[in-house]
């Protein structure tokens, strides 16, 4: 099925949307989250806040916007891998080919990083996104594979998802020259020797 291109209408509200979360995030880092409000970063965003609550209900959802959107493309992504791969292989495939290129991003994902670290209230909100991300991990392995457990799925989801934290944790510690990608493969790598 064929595509018609976007309106200038979406392609003009898809603009508001991403100059919003870049001056949330922006703003987060430098001030902390809990003394930025939703009018300085409309005013940042060169918007009003009436548009910031058009596209986000609350302050803390703009930070967590381009998080979802990797979780949809990821599940779609890994329902995609060879059904002959083991499901930790599809993952591992799958968490590799999405962070390719990721160095383009780096900035945007420390200064999203800075952001959360700066409130307590965000760091527990990045946690509850967490166990949505697993449950969106262990259904997708659910449908990939008919007779999944669903405990063993989201076992295997919540694994999936610290190896993946701990790559970018890495990431963002280390070197430029480093690709994330190679940090996912190798910790997926790393884990089945030390388990079996």
Excluded: C
Aim: hydrophobic share 45%; aromatic share 10%; no cysteine.
């Amino acid at each position: 099925m064929v595509q018609s291109p976007p309106t200038p209408r979406a392609v003009s509200a898809a603009r508001s949307r991403e100059a919003l979360i870049d001056a949330a995030l922006a703003l987060s880092a430098r001030d902390g989250f809990d003394a930025t409000t939703a009018d300085q970063i409309a005013e940042r965003a060169g918007v009003s806040p009436r548009t910031f609550f058009r596209y986000f209900p609350t302050k803390e959802s703009v930070v967590f916007h381009r998080d979802y959107g990797f979780m949809r493309s990821f599940a779609d992504a890994y329902l995609e891998q060879p059904a002959s791969a083991s499901d930790y292989d599809a993952l591992r495939a799958t968490f590799v080919s999405l962070t390719e290129g990721f160095g383009a991003l780096r900035s945007r994902i420390e200064t999203y990083r800075a952001a959360v670290d700066s409130s307590a209230v965000l760091v527990g909100r990045e946690q509850e996104h967490f166990e949505d991300h697993a449950t969106t991990i262990a259904n997708a392995t659910v449908e990939r594979r008919a007779n999944a457990s669903r405990d063993d799925a989201r076992t295997l989801a919540t694994i999936a998802l610290a190896l993946y934290q701990r790559a970018l944790r890495r990431w963002l510690a280390g070197p430029t020259h480093v690709e994330l990608a190679d940090l996912v493969d190798e910790e997926f790598r790393r884990l089945p020797p030390l388990v079996a």
